[in-house]
């Protein structure tokens, strides 16, 4: 019975939401809850271990998963990514570090079309080729955090259009950038590494990402 609850409640959410277009729990899986099939591959050292609740996505050594021909959110529509993150250190570099570790990433490296969520020097940012905006506090810490970015339809780079959430508070550094979106198809969307370079690896843990095709409220 506590089985059939929580997939009618899985199933619930994704029919309450349409703008949900991607949503991985890792419960021993990659599977994509939304109910749009958009399902992932554990890629090198990924695996499941510790969730925020039951289980969750481990990554280390450069490992990664593939959202399988699916290249993200595009054009100019309206953006959220959400997801629950516990990194492992501070360090530099791509090697065990939280400088640059990538959240979930989609788009070429050309001009605007990139779309990136990830920490960099133990900070939250969001970036596309061009412009960013970071977050205001150190979050690397080993703890478990909810971090989120919003996008609004139509954006440029710039705050409030883009907000940076922290354990449910704005925790975006004011900032101003002309550069309007317009996120192009790339190499498939990823979840702990940006995929044009295949780098900004994620160390740590991760759990219950969504991707919503809209700036959701606060």
């Known amino acids: 019975m506590v089985l059939l609850a929580i997939v009618a409640a899985t199933v619930s959410v994704a029919q309450e939401d349409p703008n949900l277009v991607g949503w991985w729990t890792f419960e021993g899986n990659a599977a994509d809850m939304s109910g749009n099939g958009r399902d992932g591959t554990l890629v090198g050292a990924a695996d499941f271990g510790e969730g925020i609740s039951g289980q969750g996505l481990v990554l280390y050594d450069n490992g990664y998963v593939n959202i399988?021909?699916?290249?993200?959110?595009?054009?100019s529509s309206g953006i959220t990514v959400s997801a629950w993150?516990?990194?492992w250190s501070m360090?530099?570099?791509?090697?065990?570090?939280?400088?640059c570790d990538a959240i979930v990433g989609w788009g070429p490296n050309v001009a605007t079309n990139r779309f990136g969520f990830r920490i960099n020097a133990g900070r939250l940012?969001?970036?596309?080729?061009?412009?960013?905006?970071?977050?205001?506090t150190v979050m690397a810490d080993g703890q478990?955090?909810?971090?989120?970015?919003?996008?609004?339809k139509n954006a440029t780079i710039s705050y409030p259009q883009v907000v940076l959430y922290l354990d449910g508070q704005d925790d975006t550094r004011a900032s101003t950038?002309?550069?309007?979106?317009?996120?192009q198809a790339g190499p498939d969307a990823r979840i702990g590494s940006r995929a044009t370079a295949n780098d900004r690896f994620f160390y740590g843990y991760m759990d219950?990402?969504?991707i919503y095709n809209r700036a959701v409220s606060p």
């Open 177 to 183: 950038d002309p550069d309007a979106y317009n996120i």
């Open 68 to 75: 399988d021909g699916w290249p993200g959110v595009l054009g």
């Open 91 to 99: 360090g530099t570099g791509d090697t065990g570090s939280a400088s």
């Open 144 to 152: 478990w955090h909810h971090v989120a970015v919003t996008v609004e």
């Open 208 to 210: 219950d990402v969504r």
């Open 125 to 136: 940012r969001h970036e596309h080729h061009g412009g960013n905006v970071q977050g205001d």
């Open 85 to 87: 993150v516990r990194s």
